[in-house]
């Protein structure tokens, strides 16, 4: 990667070129960016901001690429650092295409998610293709720019076993892990991603593409949480990650998903033991299973958590979740409280950049600065919106009016 590129990210992290480099050499930060694209890249792991990330795509039902590129844009206007392009509807490497040349930020993938769609092409059934399709379609989008990919190769034949042996209340929820299931015991044969994980790492070698070790079985219910399955598949994933170490491939892990406020502190604990600090990257977490359609406040809760614990990188969820594909408001709802809980968890871990923003806010409230405290709010445009609503007079709002307390307490305070 680009000195250059990494001086800029290192000024925005307010960090030492010297000590990014010494991270990244450590496996404790990685740069997501494919050596193909003509982007500055973003760092994700220890002691940065934390970063986060919004899923858009297409489904079989819901296909259009238009309306994709909306949701792109309404995810960068809103301030995420990576989109990650999910799609399962319509032509799948045009609309990669598309959205890699259009998006100004990383982009993610789920390669396995084209399987079914490659097989159908050729009149087969998912189930049906072999070992070299998988690491075909995993080639695919590294040629075409993808910067970072979620790759379920933690699901191997004895996680498998223990999984079968739990009872869990919503088995596997993770869609590329239900696929990574269903193809193994059709085949009676060994994950392909577990069994040629060397190959895929000479892949992401050769076009510095940054895996993201996928948490196929994270838990679906807070009920499953921090279960034998999802531990054991964290133990290979552990494995995993130095074999990637190893090779000098750039690696981070995925984790849960739904588990109660409670288990969030031992879930990044044991990410970090196990997996040598490797970034962690978690979906949600969700801390609770009713939220619908306000998981995006239930993960905002539980990101937050997991940020200042140790998580580097949180997943987005928006009002949609559990119920259906996102609209462009959802996309840019569920970044705007994401972002929100990272900054939260960045104030307490004491990152400087978020603390001098909460103070220049609290100074503009102070002097009843409306003007400067909209700017600098999280989101501008609906602040705005809610101050002018019933706007009156304009040295404070319509809250309390004449009995505006801080107005008071600026005469009450003055010094005699
Ligand atoms: S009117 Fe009340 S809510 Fe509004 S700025 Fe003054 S103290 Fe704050």
């Known amino acids: 990667m680009k000195n250059n590129n990494l001086k800029i990210i290192a000024e925005k992290e307010g960090i030492s070129l010297k000590e990014l ?30 970063k986060v990330n919004a899923n858009i795509g297409t489904s079989p039902e819901i296909c259009d690429i238009e309306n994709e590129l909306k949701k792109l844009r309404a995810a960068e206007e809103a301030g995420a650092d990576t989109i990650m392009d999910l799609s399962t509807g319509g032509d799948l490497d045009e609309i990669r295409k598309i959205l890699i040349s259009e998006a100004k930020i990383p982009i993610g993938s789920v390669p396995i998610y084209q399987l079914p769609y ?15 399709d998988f690491l075909k379609v995993i080639e695919k989008h590294f040629i075409d720019g993808i910067d970072f990919a979620t790759i379920h190769c933690g699901i191997n034949k004895k996680v498998l076993k223990i999984l079968y042996k739990k ?6 929820v993770s869609r590329g892990g239900s696929l990574v299931v269903e193809w193994m015991k059709y085949n009676n044969k060994e994950n392909p991603l577990y069994e040629y994980f060397d190959d895929i790492l ?24 921090t279960d034998e399955p999802q531990i054991f598949e964290l133990l290979v994933l ?15 892990i995925e984790g849960p998903g739904h ?20 970034p962690f990257y978690v979906l949600g977490p969700l801390v609770s299973d009713i939220g619908l359609p306000y998981d995006h406040f239930v993960a905002g809760i539980g990101g937050a958590l997991a940020a200042y614990y140790g998580a580097d990188f949180l997943c987005y969820v928006t009002p949609s979740e559990h119920l259906g594909l996102p609209t462009v408001e959802d996309v840019r709802e569920g970044v705007i409280i994401a972002k929100l809980a990272a900054h939260i968890a960045d104030i307490a871990k004491g990152i400087k950049k978020a603390v001098e923003i909460d103070k220049e806010l609290s100074l503009a409230r102070a002097r009843l600065d409306f003007e400067k405290m909209i700017n600098l709010a999280i989101n501008p445009q609906k602040a705005k919106e809610i101050y002018e609503r019933y706007r009156i007079k304009k040295e404070y709002c319509t809250m309390c009016g004449e009995f505006c307390a801080l107005k008071k307490s600026k005469e009450l305070l003055k010094k005699e």
Request: glycine share 8%.
């Open 21 to 50: 480099k010494e991270r990244i050499k450590r496996g404790e930060v990685v740069i997501l960016k494919n050596k193909r694209r003509e982007i500055i890249g973003c760092a994700v792991g220890k002691s940065l901001t934390t």
């Open 118 to 132: 490659e097989a159908k092409k050729n009149n087969k059934s998912f189930v049906e293709l072999k070992e070299k």
């Open 167 to 172: 009872k869990r209340i919503c088995g596997i």
């Open 202 to 225: 000479a892949m992401a070698k050769e076009y510095d593409v940054c895996l993201s070790l996928g948490d196929g079985l994270r838990p679906g219910s807070i009920l499953d949480a």
């Open 238 to 252: 552990g494995e995993l990650q130095e074999r990637a170490r190893e090779k000098g491939v750039k690696v981070m």
């Open 259 to 278: 588990i109660p406020l409670n288990h969030i502190y031992v879930n990044i604990l044991l990410e970090k033991i196990i997996c040598n600090n490797a």
